[in-house]
């Protein structure tokens, strides 16, 4: 009797390992094609949105221009002045 019960008990035990490394391949090979599917995904997200900002990006900064106009005059007025200021370097003389 002790040794029917042992085998109702190994044929159990191997069921539950069977029906789990089942579990195990099936939520392996699903999270491999969920992951291959997400890549994929996520690359055309990244080309649509790249194609999206190089066509969007120009008029974003022409309508930046007025907003921006203020902080480029002063960039422009400094530029000028130290550009005005500078010295034109002299020509190093040759010695033999």
Do not use: D, N, Y
């Not at 949105?49 to 902080?71: E, Y």
């Not at 960039?75 to 200021?85: L, N, Q, Y």
């Amino acid at each position: 009797m002790i040794e029917l019960f042992v085998m109702l008990m190994l044929a159990a035990v191997a069921l539950w390992v069977t029906f789990a490394l089942v579990g195990f391949v099936f939520k392996l090979v699903f999270a491999v094609v969920g992951g291959v599917f997400g890549l994929l995904a996520g690359a055309v997200g990244l080309l649509a949105g790249g194609l999206v900002l190089l066509l969007v990006a120009p008029f974003v900064l022409l309508a930046l221009l007025p907003f921006c106009m203020p902080l480029l005059l002063v960039a422009a007025v400094v530029w000028a002045i130290v550009h005005g200021t500078r010295r034109t370097p002299s020509k190093p003389q040759l010695s033999h």
